[in-house]
């Protein structure tokens, strides 16, 4: 089985990962895109601060998975446009995300890019493609904190319904 050894880099990939790669370059090219829409409708500043951070995350995501693409002889999937900025205040009332709105969503996208993330290191056997989605679920998990702290901090985290009392044995 010497096609499995040496630099993980000369290794062929299997369609799993091909796949997981272009997937995941596309589906953060997407994130990008829908980011950029929610920086111009928030209108809390740590809440523009968390977004921004996660399309920095999402713009390095997609160069990297689509540098693995290319290396690997795979045309990555196509970039979005840039959204262009737009004021708050452009923004009609019953048009306009809500802070809480947009924070529930960021947080919906970082777990389901959680379960994504684990899904392909599961089914990786090249070593560099394991350690990369490693990577991306350690920024997910670093977000999701994040996230989940600012919608506490701001009162935008929906309960469950809490169990107050707890029935006596």
Same mark, same amino acid.
């Given at each position: 089985m010497?096609?499995?050894?040496?630099?993980?880099?000369d290794?062929?990939?299997?369609?799993?990962?091909?796949?997981n790669l272009?997937?995941?370059?596309?589906? *953060?090219k997407?994130?990008?895109?829908?980011?950029?829409?929610?920086?111009?409708?928030?209108?809390?500043?740590?809440? *523009?601060?968390?977004v921004?951070?996660?399309?920095?995350?999402?713009?390095?995501?997609?160069?990297?998975?689509?540098?693995?693409?290319?290396?690997?002889?795979?045309?990555?999937?196509?970039?979005?446009?840039?959204?262009?900025?737009?004021?708050?205040?452009? =923004?009609?009332?019953?048009?306009?995300?809500?802070?809480?709105?947009?924070?529930?969503?960021?947080?919906?996208d970082?777990?389901?890019?959680?379960?994504?993330?684990?899904?392909?290191?599961?089914?990786?056997?090249?070593?560099?493609?394991?350690?990369?989605?490693?990577?991306?679920?350690?920024?997910?998990?670093?977000?999701?904190?994040?996230?989940?702290?600012?919608?506490?901090?701001?009162?935008?985290?929906?309960?469950p319904?809490?169990? =107050?009392?707890?029935?006596?044995?």
């Amino acid at each position: 089985m010497g096609i499995l050894k040496g630099n993980p880099k000369d290794q062929p990939l299997h369609y799993g990962e091909i796949f997981n790669l272009w997937t995941y370059s596309a589906r *953060k090219k997407t994130a990008i895109s829908t980011y950029q829409l929610y920086l111009s409708h928030a209108g809390d500043d740590d809440l *523009k601060h968390l977004v921004g951070n996660l399309v920095k995350q999402a713009q390095q995501s997609a160069a990297e998975c689509d540098e693995m693409l290319v290396h690997n002889g795979h045309l990555p999937p196509p970039t979005l446009p840039e959204r262009p900025p737009v004021k708050l205040e452009d =923004i009609p009332a019953g048009a306009r995300l809500t802070d809480p709105e947009i924070a529930f969503a960021v947080g919906e996208d970082i777990a389901m890019g959680l379960v994504a993330c684990s899904q392909v290191i599961a089914s990786a056997i090249r070593i560099d493609v394991g350690v990369l989605f490693t990577k991306y679920h350690t920024l997910h998990l670093a977000s999701a904190a994040a996230a989940l702290e600012l919608s506490k901090e701001k009162g935008w985290l929906i309960l469950p319904p809490l169990q =107050i009392h707890r029935p006596e044995h």
